[in-house]
T-cell receptor
Framework: RKEVEQDPGPFNVPEGATVAFNCTYS??????FFWYRQDCRKEPKLLMS???SGNEDGRFTAQLNRASQYISLLIRDSKLSDSATYLC???????????FGSGTKLNVKP | DAGVIQSPRHEVTEMGQEVTLRCKPISGHDYLFWYRQTMMRGLELLIY????????DSGMPEDRFSAKMPNASFSTLKIQPSEPRDSAVYFCASSFGTSGFTNQYFGPGTRLTVT
């Protein structure tokens, strides 16, 4: 079983829509969680950290569900510029290992 | 700051040739990571360094791959001999601090094609 799994998508949504995707992790002792964004043919960039209490940054909300071992990313009022691949990252309990998911592709259409 | 710098940006080589990829991390960063990304396998961590010392090279696929970090401002990833299955985008990333895995700054990548 992979350490981190994501639905590859693509998620095709119209502008203004709300979209959410999840990332499941296999190790219940995982410690820290993050979302990265990767534009087509570009490098990944940190989007946001995921805190136990959940966190929000503008139109983006990240949440952690430890009981079910997944993190989620919610995007409200989608913009064309949100089209990208979203990668989740999970670190081990002792911070000596981390794992990238394979990414979920989002296409926001006009 | 110029960000993480990688060279070359594109490399096309023939099977069996040696390939050397170069990376200059952001000044002051003490972690450096090498990744490989393909459609089939996604983003894979190959090796990472902390203060120029290799910490985890368990992702290096085989002996044909080697990485060095002779000083804080330079690292290389070498493939010898190269094979067509090595074709991928290779990213270098750097970060700073006790949570070195968190905010990694990636370079633009080197797109390697082995024919």
């Amino acid at each position: 079983r992979k350490e981190v799994e994501q639905d590859p998508g693509p998620f095709n949504v119209p502008e203004g829509a709300t979209v959410a995707f999840n990332c499941t992790y296999s190790n219940s002792a995982s410690q820290s969680f993050f979302w990265y964004r990767q534009d087509c043919r570009k490098e990944p960039k940190l989007l946001m950290s995921v805190y136990s209490s959940g966190n929000e940054d503008g139109r983006f909300t990240a949440q952690l569900n430890r009981a079910s071992q997944y993190i989620s990313l919610l995007i409200r009022d989608s913009k064309l510029s949100d089209s990208a691949t979203y990668l989740c990252v999970v670190t081990s309990h002792n911070f000596n290992k981390f794992y990238f998911g394979s990414g979920t592709k989002l296409n926001v259409k006009p | 700051d110029a960000g993480v710098i990688q060279s070359p940006r594109h490399e096309v080589t023939e099977m069996g040739q040696e390939v050397t990829l170069r990376c200059k991390p952001i000044s002051g960063h003490d972690y450096l990571f090498w990744y490989r990304q393909t459609m089939m396998r996604g983003l894979e961590l190959l090796i990472y360094f902390n203060n120029n010392v290799p910490i985890d090279d368990s992702g290096m696929p085989e002996d044909r791959f080697s990485a060095k970090m002779p000083n804080a401002s330079f690292s290389t990833l070498k493939i010898q001999p190269s094979e067509p299955r090595d074709s991928a985008v290779y990213f270098c990333a750097s970060s700073f601090g006790t949570s070195g895995f968190t905010n990694q700054y990636f370079g633009p990548g080197t797109r390697l094609t082995v024919t």
